[in-house]
């Protein structure tokens, strides 16, 4: 049988991982400075990781949400401690898109409304409603066309007040990514942030953060949108959260109710996924990687600034993005092919950093002494008299 062809696929099968290392089939070693998109957040096979999902593996993998589950109430109590949100209220599911799907149908039960704004870039994952407030026409389905998801300009504060005067009474959400991802790393405003919350509070709309790739620990705090001194209705959360286990989850501000059976899922905060998540809380906690990715991160942006021929380089803790210029557009693939080291891209020209939250500054620099390298080789004539670099 065929596997379905919907993915792009390079040319490499990669057998092994360790850190922030890969090897191919043939021992060929690999630097990750993306983490298969950004999922991994301590590190491939990081040693607890591996050992608690085999102590849970030998206990019990799976049952369903219809029996006590002291895991769950555990991995609850550690996001609590974590993000400084006790009081906030956990449910779990499977993905980034399903994250996503719950907040917006919760948030539609809670204010009976329908309206969703979501922002020019944003990809919110690709199930229904999810694929219906991202912003990409070409992965909308027609079955996915609702007439209830807006998409306003981002950090467009003027936009955003225009449309909720016009439409206070019917809007159940905002959603926004605090830095857009797949977007090419667009940097919301704090003040922008604020008047989202501003907005939601004056019109009982809910706030909702897609944190699926910004946030867990990334930006250098827990959430991306704890920069701004802001507090979502409700947080989505996925990639980093098992580190390549298979786990999402949102966290629901207390004065959201539940009731039986508005939310559900059959796989949904099983025992092993628990097990994988609790892992990655404790070795965050216990190796201070949100401190190290906010070091680390200015580090690396401030390495990357001396380059010639990056351009508008952004983005927080180990979230980073740059244009690169017209010259050097195969960089990232010759980064790859010749050097070994998968980072990711967004059209057309950016390249995304999402490093392990656990790379060390001797990594770092193995990153920049490499990118020198490929530079130098796709540059005809020295970059610094050909090109002036914007800063
Ligand atoms: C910000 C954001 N939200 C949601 C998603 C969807 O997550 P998943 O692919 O786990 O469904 C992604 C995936 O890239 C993302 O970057």
């Not at 919350?197 to 705090?221: H, M, P, S």
């Not at 990639?239 to 966290?251: Q, R, S, T, V």
């Not at 390249?351 to 002494?369: A, M, N, T, V, W």
Request: glycine content about 8%; charged content about 25%; aromatic content about 8%.
């Amino acid at each position: 049988m065929k596997l379905f062809d919907v993915y792009p696929i390079n040319d490499i099968t990669i057998v092994r991982a360790k850190d922030v290392y890969v090897w191919d089939e043939n021992g060929v070693q690999y630097l990750d400075m993306y983490g298969g998109h950004g999922v991994i957040s301590i590190g491939h096979t990081h040693p607890h990781w591996i050992k608690r999902i085999e102590e849970q593996l030998n206990k019990i993998a799976f049952y369903s949400n219809s029996i006590k589950n002291p895991i769950q109430k555990e991995l609850a109590d550690k996001l609590g401690k974590i993000t400084g949100k006790d009081s906030f209220q956990l449910f779990l599911c499977n993905s980034g898109a399903e994250a996503n799907e719950n907040a917006f149908k919760l948030a539609s039960f809670h204010t009976g409304r329908k309206k969703l704004i979501a922002f020019s870039k944003a990809f919110h994952g690709r199930t229904s409603l999810a694929v219906a407030a991202t912003d990409n026409p070409a992965i909308i389905a027609p079955v996915n066309e609702t007439g209830n998801v807006v998409f306003l300009p981002y950090n467009d504060e003027h936009a955003l007040r225009e449309y909720f005067q016009k439409h206070d009474s019917e809007i159940a959400a905002v959603i926004i990514e605090a830095i857009q991802g797949v977007g090419g790393i667009a940097v919301a405003t704090e003040r922008f942030l604020q008047t989202i919350r501003q907005l939601c509070n004056e019109n009982g709309a809910l706030f909702i953060a897609d944190e699926v790739q910004c946030g867990y620990g990334r930006t250098g705090k827990f959430f991306c949108l704890d920069h701004a001194n802001v507090e979502a209705d409700i947080y989505t959360m996925a990639k980093g959260m098992g580190n390549g286990f298979p786990i999402g989850g949102i966290l629901i501000a207390p004065h959201i109710n539940p009731k039986h059976g508005m939310l559900g899922t059959t796989f949904g905060g099983n025992h092993l996924a628990c097990a994988a998540a609790l892992a990655v809380l404790e070795i965050i906690e216990q190796d201070e990687l949100i401190e190290k990715a906010k070091q680390r991160g200015q580090y690396l942006m401030n390495e990357l600034k001396k380059i010639d021929g990056l351009q508008d380089i952004r983005g927080k803790g180990l979230m980073i993005g740059f244009d690169v210029i017209d010259e050097l557009k195969e960089l990232r693939k010759h980064m790859l092919q010749k050097h070994h080291v998968f980072t990711g891209e967004a059209k057309p020209n950016v390249i995304r950093l999402l490093p392990s939250l656990s790379i060390s500054r001797k990594q770092l620099d193995e990153f920049i002494g490499i990118m020198n390298e490929a530079i130098e080789e796709l540059s005809p004539h020295p970059l610094k008299e050909n090109f002036a670099r914007v800063e």
